[in-house]
């Protein structure tokens, strides 16, 4: 083994989420085994157990590093150089560096989700989520959220692991930073532990801080984003990483390379703010609003258009979901509505590729066979193209969520995974204006990492897990500025 001194003057010790199932223990123990001694991490071992059991990992693992393994207990402090294993049949959740403990819920559960989720929500607090051998797709919300929430994300490789199955759900999220042998993941965790250190030290020298106050401008003077609103530590992280990845030693390099490269400020600016999407992301949140929406439109006069509004939808996968939904609805109820779905965001370049409707074939994987004969046409290539009458249903606008005006009259707002890039006083501001956008009984459809906020009392909860949302009340909540909507698509 190993031995390296890792300082011991942070202030926050970051904190590796480890997930594993069936195979797990062989692979947490080689990972274990190449772990140097002192980095300053603290690693939490989420393994699904037997609660009928008493679990001897503690002591098997202890074999296998000098670092104190132990089983955790409630309220315990998570510190530097310690793993802690998860009791038999309990949950994990994680608030600072404090663990809490439940009990298991009936029915089907999904600790690795529950313990990385409450992860990515430790504002400030540097997290790693490590998704190794297991069947099952336990831990690919987890990483999603992590991911999101500017965290690193390592799985383990399909040919390493015993049992593929978790490993490949979360790498198909697209949110995996690295696929790695459970041996060569200690070499990637130094890495990450460099990090956040790295982007702390250089927050507080001059030229790092001209560095990144350089960055923002050059953001907003090209496309009008004021970074003001966005979780700076999430902002500062993703930064970071684009800087390693182009080999810069410090962020004023960079800054100074962004300057006369606007490919690299368009790359940055797409890998700040566009979250991963697909068609029918989650698709049991999609089946449940679904169901939702079946009665909205039962009670819908016909001759009350139906309106909706897709916030944040990058590439335009959301909306043109959405689309497929109310219309197979529309279909099975035998009712005709108008249908407008306005599709906004920030990022002009994913605009342009959404009004086009191209889609490459692993795009549309998880969409059925009878969607896709229906909805789309398969061009020369293998891509598909969505189906005119479809593509008129949505009408693409680039729009800030914070800034810009809301649209009004609207029976469903989908904001998922949108929020969490924003401050606290912007999710406030955010929130107001969807919920000045929805009218009585509308559907709010958030990210399974979100909430309402202060306005939890406007609205009850359809379905908890997936966060969908009617609202109750005829009352605003509005108190945001009204502004432009800028380059509204034409085509529809």
């Not at 390379?257 to 989650?282: A, M, P, Q, W």
């Amino acid at each position: 083994m190993r031995d390296l001194r890792a300082s011991a003057e942070s202030e926050t010790v970051p904190i590796v989420g480890i997930g594993a199932s069936a195979g797990g223990l062989k692979s947490i123990e080689l990972m274990l085994d190449n772990l140097p001694n002192g980095t300053g991490l603290a690693f939490v071992i989420i393994q699904h157990l037997s609660p009928d059991f008493r679990s001897l990992m503690p002591e098997i693992l202890a074999r296998h590093t000098e670092m104190d393994v132990c089983l955790a207990t409630q309220e315990s402090t998570i510190e530097a150089n310690h793993v802690y294993v998860i009791p038999p049949g309990k949950e994990l959740r994680c608030f600072g560096h404090t663990l809490a403990i439940t009990d298991l819920p009936s029915g089907l559960s999904r600790p690795i989700d529950t313990f990385f989720t409450s992860l990515a929500k430790n504002s400030g607090v540097p997290c790693a989520g490590i998704i190794l051998s297991g069947t099952g797709s336990d831990g690919t919300l987890g990483i999603e959220a992590i991911h999101q929430n500017g965290g690193f994300t390592i799985v383990e490789t399909g040919d390493s692991a015993e049992f593929d199955g978790m490993p490949l759900s979360a790498e198909r999220t697209g949110c995996v930073d690295l696929v790695l042998p459970p041996e060569k993941i200690p070499d990637a965790l130094e890495c990450f532990n460099g990090k956040p250190k790295a982007l702390a030290n250089c927050s507080q020298r001059e030229s790092g801080l001209q560095g990144m106050e350089l960055i923002f401008a050059l953001l907003e003077k090209q496309f009008g984003l004021q970074f003001e609103h966005y979780k700076p530590s999430t902002i500062t992280r993703r930064v970071g990483r684009r800087q390693q990845f182009k080999e810069f030693q410090s962020i004023i390099e960079y800054a100074e390379y962004l300057r006369d490269d606007f490919s690299e400020l368009d790359n940055l600016f797409h890998d700040l703010l566009i979250g991963v999407t697909k068609f029918f992301r989650d698709e049991q949140a999609f089946n449940i609003l679904e169901n939702s929406l079946r009665e909205k439109l039962v009670q819908l006069p016909e001759d009350e258009p139906f309106r909706a509004w897709s916030i944040g939808c990058a590439t335009g996968e959301e909306p043109y979901s959405l689309a497929m939904i109310l219309s197979d609805l529309m279909q099975q109820l035998d009712r005709r509505f108008v249908v407008k779905i306005f599709a906004t965001d920030v990022h002009q370049r994913s605009l342009e590729a959404a009004a086009k409707g191209v889609f490459d074939a692993e795009a549309v994987e998880f969409v059925s066979a009878s969607r896709k004969a229906r909805y789309f046409d398969e061009l020369e290539d293998g891509s598909f193209c969505v189906k005119p009458f479809l593509r008129r249903m949505v009408v693409f606008a680039q729009h800030d969520a914070i800034e810009d005006a809301s649209f009004t009259r609207l029976q469903l707002v989908s904001c998922r995974n949108v929020l969490i890039y924003f401050g606290s006083s912007a999710q406030e501001s955010a929130l107001a204006a969807i919920h000045f956008s929805l009218v009585k009984h509308g559907i709010l459809f958030l990210g399974p990492s979100e909430s309402l906020g202060n306005l939890e009392t406007e609205y009850v909860p359809l379905e908890r897990q997936w966060r969908i949302y009617e609202k109750m009340t005829d009352r605003s909540g509005l108190n945001v500025r009204v502004k432009r909507i800028r380059n509204v698509d034409s085509a529809a």
